[in-house]
């Protein structure tokens, strides 16, 4: 009676409970009861003179593509926090939008990659700790996007999951609620464009802006078309004078630049799966994979990876909420499981 009481007062004076998905390319968060507070890019701009930060967000990617010469930089490295204190000022004015909603600090369920050492999760908690949260609980990323994915992961029969993010592939097979295999790549999204930026840096010598990149990558696909050249008109930097100036590139040229990061991607996958234990295979084999994150909208990857481990691939509906869509749910069973008396 005791604690229900207690639990009871809490609620209506303390700041709800936060699902955070602190990713290499976007930060979401979702607070029990108030839906999603915030999904903004994993920025931070800090003034050069006095290292205080000076915009997080949305904000600092804009005033990043208003001022290219003095970008906006990612807290986040391969889908795991790079500097604790750039993480810490990310996280706290989200946080901050939490604590309108009550008193004390939120507890926090965090997401993190599969492959993340004891160092690397501990970055996190201290991370959103120093933000302003009370507690800080980790879950498993790809766990939460099977959730979000809406598999049914409490089923006996095995699922495998791939969560292709902008700094981390994560690969999972699921069954009866537990990841029974895991393997991840810190190769994802974010190579992707780095290829195609460092390909028109060397041929060209220009500079592309950030959006141009992202949006070659997208334009090009995991399909490489040898039979049609096209040309591509983008927009970029001259390195020599500084202008900005407008150029054409090769398709055959971009498709070269990105095959070998997604030939790595694809290989992940396909070792993953040839590692599965036999029962397990045939499990997979009947239910197929399913792709979530920012690189399952990668034109021509479904087929590219099916034809690659003869299986059915299908893209989750809304592959870039999975994981907070399932942290979400995780959140809500472990209210109802007290996860937060452990």
Aim: proline letters at 5%.
């Amino acid at each position: 009676m005791q604690r229900a009481i207690t639990a009871g007062l809490r609620r209506l004076v303390a700041a709800p409970d936060l699902a955070i998905d602190l990713g290499t390319a976007n930060t979401r968060l979702y607070a029990l009861g108030h839906g999603l507070i915030a999904n903004e890019p994993s920025l931070i701009r800090v003034q050069p003179d006095t290292g205080e930060v000076e915009a997080v967000g949305v904000q600092a990617a804009w005033l990043a593509n208003v001022d290219p010469y003095s970008p906006s930089v990612s807290p986040l490295h391969a889908g795991v926090v790079a500097d604790i204190e750039a993480a810490s000022s990310l996280l706290k004015p989200f946080l901050k939008r939490a604590q309108r909603f009550g008193f004390f600090k939120p507890r926090v369920l965090a997401c993190a990659p599969t492959d993340a050492c004891e160092e690397e999760r501990a970055a996190l908690v201290e991370a959103a700790q120093r933000a302003g949260a009370s507690e800080v609980f980790i879950a498993p990323e790809p766990l939460a996007a099977a959730i979000g994915a809406g598999l049914d992961v409490a089923s006996p029969y095995a699922q495998m999951l791939v969560d292709i993010g902008d700094g981390v592939t994560d690969i999972a097979v699921v069954r009866s609620g537990n990841l029974i295999l895991t393997s991840a790549v810190r190769t994802a999204c974010s190579d992707l464009r780095n290829a195609v930026a460092q390909m028109v840096s060397f041929r060209h010598g220009v500079m592309l802006f950030p959006q141009e990149a992202e949006r070659l990558m997208h334009l090009i696909g995991a399909t490489f078309n040898y039979d049609q050249e096209e040309l591509v008109v983008t927009v970029g930097t001259d390195w020599l004078t500084g202008e900005p100036m407008q150029l054409c590139v090769s398709s055959h040229d971009l498709n070269e630049a990105i095959e070998p990061v997604l030939e790595s991607i694809v290989e992940a996958i396909h070792s993953t799966v040839r590692r599965l234990p036999e029962e397990t295979s045939c499990e997979v084999i009947e239910n197929g994979i399913c792709l979530t994150g920012g690189g399952a909208q990668l034109q021509g990857l479904p087929e590219r990876l099916a034809a690659a481990t003869s299986l059915e691939v299908r893209v989750a509906e809304n592959p870039m909420m999975a994981v907070i869509n399932g942290a979400r749910q995780m959140l809500d069973v472990g209210i109802a499981t007290e996860l937060w008396q452990n």
